[in-house]
């Protein structure tokens, strides 16, 4: 079994920063890509950031130059970083990880976190 655990939404005014974490945990061989992807109110869930586990990135067009995704593959983590926020950033965040275990390679995801950007 394997649990992503996710921390750091909030509330937060235009313009602020917040940072999202994610912790994979349980029975795991390796975890191949990580990343964030969000679902806003009405809206299909959709891609924010993804990276693979030699550090290549992608983003979408909507967070490029304002969100950063890293990850230390020692300990599994996967955290966004979330400067410049706008209104439009406001959904709830999920954490999705491509793990390896002895059973199967499967797409895991967190519960989610939400974030609020309102004045």
């Known amino acids: 079994q394997v649990q992503l655990v996710e921390s750091g939404g909030g509330l937060v005014q235009p313009g602020g920063s917040l940072r999202l974490s994610c912790a994979a945990s349980?029975?795991?061989?390796?975890?191949?890509?990580m990343g964030w992807y969000r679902q806003a109110p009405g809206k299909q869930r959709a891609l924010v950031a993804v990276?693979?586990?030699?550090?290549?990135?992608n983003y979408a067009d909507s967070v490029k130059g304002r969100f950063t995704i890293t990850r230390d593959n020692a300990k599994n983590t996967v955290s966004l970083q979330m400067n410049s926020l706008k209104p439009e950033d406001t959904a709830v965040y999920y954490c999705n990880a491509r793990v390896v275990t002895m059973i199967r390679e499967w797409d895991y995801w967190g519960q989610g976190t939400r974030v609020t950007v309102s004045s």
């Open positions: 349980g029975s795991i061989l390796s975890v191949k890509s």
């Open positions: 990276i693979t586990s030699v550090g290549s990135t």
